[in-house]
């Protein structure tokens, strides 16, 4: 918690019992522990009122999960680069040809997804058609 070890809060306390004194530390304490008994009903009462607002759901919520802490974005970013992908091979570089072909068989299909004619490659610099009502 904070990198804070059981040396450190210990080296905390001594300077706390000699900067404050042994008349006003008891007060002090008093008032820590007053502290954290609040913050401790504040958080409670979330969790209460969590629980009441989502139901049943709040006690299936996987937490462990929703842990910042636990947050990688190498392997988030690999998981949905790789979502779905086991069953096609990866491709490689597309190149304008293979880009054009692919242009020019969707625009060959009828709105079943039936093709009426087989994909041809463009030509270089040949513009692939396009249909305006489609966009």
Same mark, same amino acid.
């Not at 900067?19 to 042994?22: H, K, T, V, W």
């Not at 996987?62 to 929703?66: P, T």
């Not at 020019?104 to 625009?107: D, G, I, L, Q, T």
């Given at each position: 918690m904070f990198g804070l070890t059981f040396d450190k809060l210990l080296i905390i306390g001594v300077l706390a019992v000699f900067? /404050? =004194?042994?008349e006003r530390l008891p007060g002090y304490a008093s008032k820590l522990a007053q502290l954290v008994r609040t913050v401790r009903d504040m958080a409670n009462g &979330? *969790? $209460?009122r969590m629980r009441d607002e989502m139901g049943p759901e709040f006690d299936d919520v996987?937490?462990? *999960? /929703?842990d910042p802490r636990q947050?990688?974005?190498r392997r988030i970013i690999r998981d949905a680069l790789l979502d779905g992908s086991? &069953?096609?091979p990866k491709p490689s570089a597309p190149s304008m040809a $293979? %880009? =054009?072909a692919a242009a %020019? &068989?969707?625009?060959a299909g009828l709105p079943g997804g039936r093709s009426t004619a087989q994909a041809v490659p463009? &030509? %270089?610099g040949e513009v692939p058609p396009y249909d305006s009502e489609a966009t």
């Open positions: 900067l /404050l =004194g042994p &979330a *969790k $209460t996987e937490w462990q *999960k /929703l947050y990688d974005p086991d &069953a096609a $293979t %880009a =054009g %020019a &068989a969707v625009s463009l &030509a %270089a």
